[in-house]
């Protein structure tokens, strides 16, 4: 049996990630949409719990740009990910949020998780989970961490 070569997979799973990167910055959301599974599984960093399906997590997509005006940030770094024949896994850290029209930064940086699976030959992320540390002493999120 021989192994599963990833090199065509980790380019195509990596142009996934930077056209949700661009979506995000061009504020697409129909664009963004397209690289997830219909059923997909979603924990946000902003609620609810969990998002189920594609439409559910689209409609949540445009509230929290509608919380971002301006020029959109969603930098990812240091994306590794695990790749089988038909499922992987992978994680990054993202500086997620939007610079208003004077200058203001006002951004943030999260942690992030996915599944992904290939349908019909295509990888969607099926799975995405992110979330930010927080203090346990004040219950407040710790977005100014750095990498």
């Known amino acids: 049996m ?3 070569d990833t090199t065509a997979d980790e380019a195509a799973v990596r142009a996934l990630f930077d056209e ?6 061009a504020r697409d959301i129909d664009r963004l949409m397209r690289h997830y599974t219909d059923d997909l599984v979603a924990f946000d960093a902003i609620g609810p719990l969990r998002f189920v399906g594609r439409a559910a997590y689209g409609a949540h997509w445009h509230s ?3 919380m971002c005006p301006g020029q959109m940030i969603f930098d990812m770094q ?3 990910l695990s790749l089988g024949d ?3 896994f992978g994680h990054y850290l993202v500086y997620c949020g939007a610079t208003a029209d004077d200058g203001t930064v006002q951004a943030g940086w999260m942690r992030a998780s996915v599944g992904l699976c290939k349908v019909d030959g295509q990888w969607r ?3 995405e989970h ?9 219950c407040k999120a710790q977005f100014g961490l750095t990498p």
């Open 2 to 4: 021989t192994a599963h």
């Open 86 to 88: 038909t499922v992987g």
């Open 20 to 25: 949700c990167r661009a979506a995000v910055a």
């Open 78 to 80: 240091d994306l590794a």
């Open 130 to 138: 992110f979330s930010a540390p927080f203090e346990p002493e004040s």
């Open 64 to 66: 929290c740009l509608d």
């Open 125 to 127: 992320i099926a799975h």
